[in-house]
């Protein structure tokens, strides 16, 4: 990525494994890490949102609103920070690395990105939708039905398009692990 002579490197390295090609190693890191900033950016414009909310309408009493508020802002807070550990890693192996030990870096890499998915993202995702729940009586008493309808309606909606997104991602990750084993 960084480094012009990668690809020639790798190219002039004997490989028996189905990945052996750096072009196609290459243009997937890309694809991966422009998905990550991706999802960071997102993450991070509902952090900022989230902060800002808080700040102009949690008041300094405690409450389930200012709770829930906490927990939307920590669970996303605690996904940007893991996709960030995540990106710089496979970033600075990529550039140190050779080929052959890059792939395998890769499948231990995916694999643990894998058991992630499946143990954090679920536990940040129900932190942010139970944080959610906290808040939607507090909107319900201060807004009128139609616009708390419309928060309620727009924010499942979201919620299930947001765990679409995960899904498809997961899926995508197990594919590519599937191709670095060879099947």
Not at 13 to 26: A, E, G, H, N, R
Not at 104 to 127: D, S
């Amino acid at each position: 990525m960084k480094n012009d002579n990668l690809s020639q490197i790798w190219k002039s390295q004997d490989s028996d494994l189905s990945l052996d090609k750096p072009d196609f190693i290459i243009k997937k890191a890309k694809k991966q890490r422009n998905g990550q900033f991706i999802t960071i950016a997102v993450l991070s414009v509902t952090l900022i949102i989230l902060i800002s909310f808080t700040i102009t309408y949690a008041n300094s009493n405690w409450n389930n609103f200012t709770l829930g508020l906490l927990l939307m802002i920590s669970s996303l807070a605690f996904r940007v920070i893991i996709e960030f550990i995540s990106m710089y890693r496979k970033e600075s192996r990529l550039i140190a690395l050779d080929n052959l030990a890059y792939q395998k870096y890769l499948k231990t890499y995916y694999r643990m990105r894998l058991r992630a998915n499946y143990i954090i993202t679920p536990l940040c995702f129900g932190v942010y939708i139970f944080g959610f729940t906290l808040l939607l009586p507090y909107f319900k008493k201060e807004f009128s039905v139609g616009f708390y309808n419309y928060i309620l309606i727009s924010g499942i909606v979201s919620l299930v398009i947001v765990a679409l997104i995960i899904i498809n991602s997961i899926a995508k990750e197990h594919r590519f692990l599937r191709q670095l084993k060879g099947k």
